[in-house]
């Protein structure tokens, strides 16, 4: 055992006091409710790899006003708290010199993210700054946040360590998903599915989850060709479509046992966004939706799920993390089997475009014909009316020419 994971062990104990137990505590004051210790799967065999992925800011760095002390030393050296929430653009952080702990600072960046599309990063209530800082007579103003946006230097940045990276990253989230699945409880599934509604299935876990011992064909994989490897961790479930048109509502699928809906699918792990999603059933008494539901759960609300809408929330913003950790496509341009596919793909390219051209030009002189067409029927509309008007001039000068009868006296 490392001393690492000695330490937390110790740290996690829980019969360890959170919060100050040594001061008196005035009313108002925070309070430490929860700590979390996570071990580094990195070491000395095994260091961060990160020797080759330099990285840079390319803005977002406030200078101020011309001649002020905000304008000066804003490097990325001068900076020592950095922040980062999931909600934020890509390839973006908050940053700034100090990273202070008071009171005032601490209640400031607990507050929450407001999701809301229309507002600014740096107009979040959690970066702005804290009218009672303990030490605002020290920094005036020089502690503000900065939004900066980073990028890989051009020439000094290994894809295949960045992978390495986020795949680490990427390993982490199972094993906090796996520690929460229960049999009986329900799960968020990610998709890339637009048409399914919230961006996740929910479902309801059937077992618990194990490691496949055989390549196994899995929900997601089309065929035999794309069945997952031995030493996937899976688990298996019955997915819970969603009721249309009430948003948090999700029912059972038909009982019959030849439906095809009922069929438990087995789930990676890697694509659970939530193995544990907060939800109650239906129950008789109480508001459940009508319209909507399939008739064999109509006269059992249990059947029925309601999600809450602050889990919801909590499931998109696991969403938007994983989706910020997706592993960059490296090409291996030594692959024959890959070159044979590039070759396959760009004659199709010139078919469909050769195609393309073929169908543009029909279609140029098809519309080319239908201009002359439209042109010669205005010409002969236009003589028509001529010859009308030639035809009653003629008749007005005929009427004009006969002699006028003489009066009776």
């Not at 999701?115 to 740096?122: A, G, P, S």
């Not at 303990?134 to 000094?156: D, M, Q, R, S």
């Not at 950790?325 to 469909?352: H, R």
């Not at 236009?382 to 008749?395: D, F, G, K, N, Y």
Request: charge should be negative.
């Amino acid at each position: 055992m490392s001393e690492a994971v000695k330490a937390v062990r110790h740290l996690s104990h829980p019969n360890r006091y959170l919060g100050d137990s040594k001061h008196k505590h005035n009313p108002g004051d925070s309070w430490v409710l929860t700590r979390s210790y996570e071990v580094s799967n990195y070491d000395a065999e095994h260091p961060i790899p990160a020797a080759n992925c330099n990285f840079q800011v390319v803005s977002g760095f406030d200078t101020g006003k011309a001649k002020t002390p905000e304008a000066k030393k804003n490097g990325i050296s001068e900076m020592f708290h950095f922040r980062y929430n999931p909600s934020m653009p890509k390839d973006m952080a908050a940053i700034r010199r100090l990273p202070c702990l008071c009171v005032g600072c601490l209640a400031t960046l607990d507050k929450a993210w407001v999701h809301d599309k229309k507002m600014k990063v740096q107009d979040q209530p959690m970066f702005q700054e804290p009218a009672e800082c303990y030490f605002k007579e020290h920094t005036k103003g020089l502690n503000k946040w900065h939004f900066v946006t980073v990028e890989p230097i051009a020439g000094k940045c290994d894809d295949e360590e960045l992978n390495v990276i986020l795949g680490d990253a990427l390993d982490l989230r199972p094993e906090k998903v796996e520690s929460e699945i229960k049999v009986g409880g329900f799960g968020a599934v990610d998709t890339d599915d637009e048409k399914v509604r919230d961006g996740f299935h929910l479902i309801e876990w059937k077992g618990l989850p194990y490691v496949l011992q055989e390549p196994t064909i899995i929900f997601g994989c089309y065929d035999e060709k794309e069945m997952m490897p031995v030493g996937t961790t899976v688990c298996e479930g019955i997915f819970r479509p969603p009721i249309d048109r009430v948003q948090g509502w999700y029912q059972s699928p038909n009982d019959a046992p030849f439906d095809r809906a009922r069929k438990r699918e087995l789930i990676w792990t890697q694509h659970v966004l939530s193995g544990d999603v907060k939800s109650q059933p239906g129950q008789t008494g109480t508001y459940f939706p009508t319209k909507g539901v399939e008739q064999w759960n109509l006269n059992n609300p249990a059947k029925l799920q309601f999600v809450y809408e602050e889990e919801i929330d909590n499931i998109h913003i696991e969403r938007m993390e994983k989706h910020k950790l997706e592993l960059i496509e490296i090409v291996d341009w030594t692959n024959e089997e890959f070159l044979a596919e590039i070759k396959v793909q760009d004659e199709l390219v010139v078919v469909m475009t050769e195609e393309g051209a073929r169908a543009a030009a029909k279609a140029a002189k098809e519309a080319e014909f239908l201009e002359a067409m439209r042109l010669e029927d205005e010409l002969m509309k236009e003589e028509a009316e001529l010859v009308i008007v030639m035809r009653e001039e003629a008749a007005a000068e005929v009427a004009a020419a006969k002699p006028k009868g003489r009066r009776k006296r």
